[in-house]
């Protein structure tokens, strides 16, 4: 290599550090207005907050965190909302996850919700079978895809958080054995879909 | 005449920025089910580029500036928009970057898909075994297309 080239790509390892470090020396907006506003009672249901545990913690690492147990008629659901601004790698294709942990996907298939539509997970372990159900908000449209959601952070960073409002990672599922009829969620649990 | 030999200062500060960039590699062979001993992926596919560096027939150190370049260009990436798989592909590219280009260097440098996470998740509906199996196949087809019948300083 020339000596020419040589001081080029140094100028551009120089240049590329300074990028980074000027990109974390701005710190995005987060989702946390919008999640503050996510109701813990109304008209049907109600909820509790549920701590993390600490295999939970390390995963999540400096992302902002909600899991609730929300009770709606005589349905219990685990709710986990998941702001990745602070820490985008704790937002994981929950399809993903869920066989990390050991369960067997046997089954997707899509869930209209309002503003776009979510993914119904029908999961397999040792015999028993569960569902869960989730979906990536902006607070105003809800997809399922995660390659959306990638660009969509991406492209938060690449301009600050001028391309949109962080998008959040919403996981429900029912509290113990059996499925739900997730057609009723967004009557269930309106407060998930006003943030 | 030939120019005398100097340490590839640059070049090696350019790797040990895209390794840096790929660091995140270490968490998901660690946690990840379908990463896990995706290192020893990794140690197939770097097998020719450890013969370069121990092969005395080997010509004078020197790295490709385009590829070298691209590993910057993907290593920033990878920083900006918080993807690690940009800085695996910074990794790989500055990796082959002291190889000649070639076809054969070209699958090499595509099965370096074998070490990468993004593999794990592309074969997400097999189980880790099989997906570690996998991996070690894709790289070590990757290692036979640059090392054949110990030919390999005809590629380097």
Redo the contacts between chains.
């Keep these: 290599m020339t000596s020419r080239a040589q001081k080029i790509l140094f100028a551009a390892l120089i240049l590329a550090g300074l990028l980074a470090l000027a990109w974390d020396l701005v710190p995005l907006p987060d989702a946390q207005s919008r999640v503050a506003h996510l109701a813990t009672v109304g008209l049907g249901f109600s909820s509790r907050e549920m701590p993390l545990n600490e295999t939970e913690k390390s995963i999540y690492g400096a992302a902002q965190v909600v899991k609730r147990i929300y009770r709606a008629g005589h349905e219990n659901f685990v709710v986990v909302i998941v702001d990745g601004t602070r820490n985008r790698h704790a937002v994981h294709d929950p399809g993903y996850c869920f066989r990390g942990a050991g369960w067997t996907i046997a089954g997707e298939r899509a869930l209209v919700l309002p503003g776009g539509a979510g993914k119904i997970l029908t999961l397999q372990k040792n015999g028993e079978t569960r569902e869960a159900v989730f979906w990536f908000s902006d607070g105003r449209e809800r997809h399922a895809q995660i390659a959306r959601c990638w660009w969509q952070t991406a492209m938060r960073r690449l301009t600050f958080g001028g391309s949109g409002p962080a998008p959040v990672l919403v996981v429900v599922q029912p509290l113990g054995d059996g499925c739900s009829d997730w057609n009723l969620l967004p009557a269930q649990l309106p407060a998930l879909f006003e943030f | 005449m030939k120019p005398p030999k100097t340490f590839?200062l640059?070049?090696l500060?350019?790797l040990s920025?895209a390794a840096w960039q790929a660091h995140?590699l270490l968490n998901a062979w660690q946690h990840?089910?379908?990463d896990r001993l995706g290192w020893l992926a990794l140690m197939v596919w770097l097998a020719p580029w450890a013969f370069y560096w121990v092969d005395k027939r080997r010509p004078e150190l020197?790295?490709?500036?385009f590829l070298?370049?691209a590993a910057?260009?993907a290593?920033?990436l990878s920083?900006?928009?918080?993807?690690?798989f940009f800085g695996h592909v910074a990794l790989a590219l500055a990796v082959a970057a002291w190889f000649k280009i070639s076809w054969r260097w070209l699958l090499w440098l595509a099965a370096a898909a074998a070490w990468m996470p993004v593999f794990g998740?592309w074969l997400?509906?097999f189980s880790g075994a099989t997906v570690f199996l996998l991996r070690l196949l894709l790289a070590l087809t990757g290692v036979i297309c640059v090392w054949p019948k110990n030919k390999i300083a005809d590629v380097l």
């Design positions: 590839p640059v070049e500060a350019i920025f995140d990840s089910p379908h020197s790295a490709n500036p070298l370049g910057i260009l290593g920033a920083e900006l928009t918080e993807l690690h998740w997400t509906d």
